[in-house]
């Protein structure tokens, strides 16, 4: 299970670093590929495998689904960390995400997110904000 949140720079190679805690979890190989709300999602091997199998359930009739599975597939690539620690962020993905240099890595439960830290300060102090409503609004969902 992935958690927590980690502020890391992007080098000028498109490399960042990778927290240990996140890597052990990942593994030595794990996907990275577009994830919603301009940020990119890794998810480890065997995370990715379940996901493609809901994927390939998908209406292949519906037009939605079609360029979800396209644009969401497009971009994705397989990473192993170096020694260091560090993976090489795709210019596509590095582009979706409009990272710069400093960068955040967040634990989501089964994947991680990496965001760029303009995004994310945007995004979690809305969510901070509207917490109760979303929490409100969520269907079949107790503490």
């Given amino acids: 299970m992935f958690m927590g949140e980690f502020h890391h720079t992007i080098d000028t190679k498109n490399r960042l670093i990778v927290p240990a805690k996140f890597r052990e979890a990942l593994g030595t190989e794990f996907v990275l590929t577009r994830g919603m709300d301009n940020c990119i999602f890794g998810y480890p091997l065997s995370e990715w495998e379940q996901l493609e199998e809901k994927l390939k359930q998908l209406p292949l009739a519906k037009k939605d689904a079609r360029a979800f599975v396209r644009f969401f597939y497009s971009a994705a690539v397989q990473c192993t ?48 904000e509207n917490f109760d409503d979303i929490a409100e609004n969520m269907l079949d969902f107790d503490f």
């Fill in 81 to 128: 960390p170096d020694k260091q620690g560090r993976i090489m962020i795709p210019q596509a993905l590095s582009t979706h995400a409009s990272l710069e240099k400093e960068c955040v890595l967040i634990g989501v439960s089964n994947r991680i997110e990496i965001w760029s830290q303009e995004k994310w300060a945007s995004f979690s102090e809305e969510a901070e």
